[in-house]
Nanobody
Framework: QVQLVESGGGLVQPGGSLRLSCAAA????????MGWYRQAPGKQRELVAT???????NYADSVLGRFTISRDNAKSTVFLQMNTLKPEDTAVYYC??????????WGQGTQVTVSS
């Protein structure tokens, strides 16, 4: 079992920055990749960015060049640095972890609101 706890969401003006964190606990040695997804009101949950244990990253086209995903050396915490935020980035952001046994775990979500 893997537990994920997100933090760092909030209200920011357009053009501003936020940094999200997701701390993993439990069977963290089983994790092979972590990532961030988001869900805006009335829309489906979508991928934002992922990072593997080897450091390979993947980004949605809509955030490429503005968001950066990273992990700490212990690979137990994943970060999402979000710059040049736009109103369309407003959503609940969810942390995700995938294990070598193909299990998928989700955090509880953190709200990001971009508004003037």
């Amino acid at each position: 079992q893997v537990q994920l706890v997100e933090s760092g969401g909030g209200l920011v003006q357009p053009g501003g920055s936020l940094r999200l964190s997701c701390a993993a606990a439990g069977s963290i040695d089983s994790i092979v990749a972590m990532g961030w997804y988001r869900q805006a009101p009335g829309k489906q949950r979508e991928l934002v960015a992922t990072i593997t244990n080897g450091g390979t990253t993947n980004y949605a086209d809509s955030v490429l060049g503005r968001f950066t995903i990273s992990r700490d050396n212990a690979k137990s915490t994943v970060f999402l640095q979000m710059n040049t935020l736009k109103p369309e980035d407003t959503a609940v952001y969810y942390c995700n972890a995938k294990t070598r046994l193909f299990d998928i775990y989700w955090g509880q979500g953190t709200q990001v609101t971009v508004s003037s």
